[in-house]
């Protein structure tokens, strides 16, 4: 159980336009998902939190304004990179959290999207 | 600030054994995950540690103190396959979770 998927898992795009990825928890329900970016050879970075039918809560240094998520029913969060560019080029990871099982806290991983900004 | 510190890279030969090491700091502490990553790939859960001591899960063991900010990985009968990055990531006081930059593990026949 607890599988994430991510859609797509490779998408390359001209500057200048918006990409969506999705994030589907498939068999449980994921009251807080969370976005990361990462670059090569490095660490996971956290790019925001998003809670089902409220705001996202970003960290600092991400434009909410540029990476626009949505997390509409329990199931699912959509990250929106809008105006893409070069330097937006990253492997997008997005997590869930099981809502049944709170206390335990593990987050369970989607595949990742690679997104190439030409 | 918080903080998670681990080794860059190690180099182990297959069959052999080799310790991981992470030592944290953060804004209160709920638990020390351990996960795996290959190239190109997501993260994959591996181990949890809340209370101190040692949690064995076949070939891959972690283990924890709190007192210390300090856990290791330790993979026994090392395989070709372990070749892969290790990320150590403490959850803090929120239950975000803090990651460490991985640690890269080569396995060598």
């Known amino acids: 159980g607890a599988v994430v998927s991510q859609h797509p898992s490779r998408v390359i795009c001209k500057s200048g336009t918006s990409v969506k990825i999705e994030c589907r928890s498939l068999?449980?329900?994921?009251?807080?998902m969370f976005w990361y970016r990462q670059f090569p050879k490095k660490s996971l970075m956290l790019m925001a939190t998003s809670n089902e039918g409220s705001k996202a809560t970003y960290e600092q240094g991400v434009e909410k304004d540029k990476f626009l998520i949505n997390h509409a029913s329990l199931t699912l969060s959509t990250l929106t990179v809008t105006s893409a560019h070069p330097e937006d080029s990253s492997f997008y990871i997005c997590s869930a959290r099981d809502g049944q099982r709170e206390s335990y806290n593990e987050q369970f991983f989607g595949p990742g999207t690679r997104l190439t900004v030409l | 600030g918080q903080n998670i510190d681990q080794p860059t890279e190690m180099t182990a030969t297959e069959g052999a054994i080799v310790q991981i090491n992470c030592t944290y700091q953060?804004?209160?502490?709920?638990?020390l995950f351990w996960y795996q990553q290959h190239a190109g790939e997501a993260p994959t859960f591996l181990s949890y540690n809340v209370l101190d001591g040692l949690e064995e899960k076949g070939r891959f063991s972690s283990f924890l103190s709190r007192s210390k900010g300090y856990s290791y990985l330790l993979l026994k009968e090392l395989q070709m396959k372990d070749s892969a990055s290790y990320l150590c990531a403490a959850a803090d006081s929120n239950y975000q979770l803090i990651w460490g930059a991985g640690t890269k593990l080569i396995i060598k026949p």
């Open positions: 068999d449980f329900q994921a009251t807080t």
């Open positions: 953060t804004s209160g502490f709920n638990g």
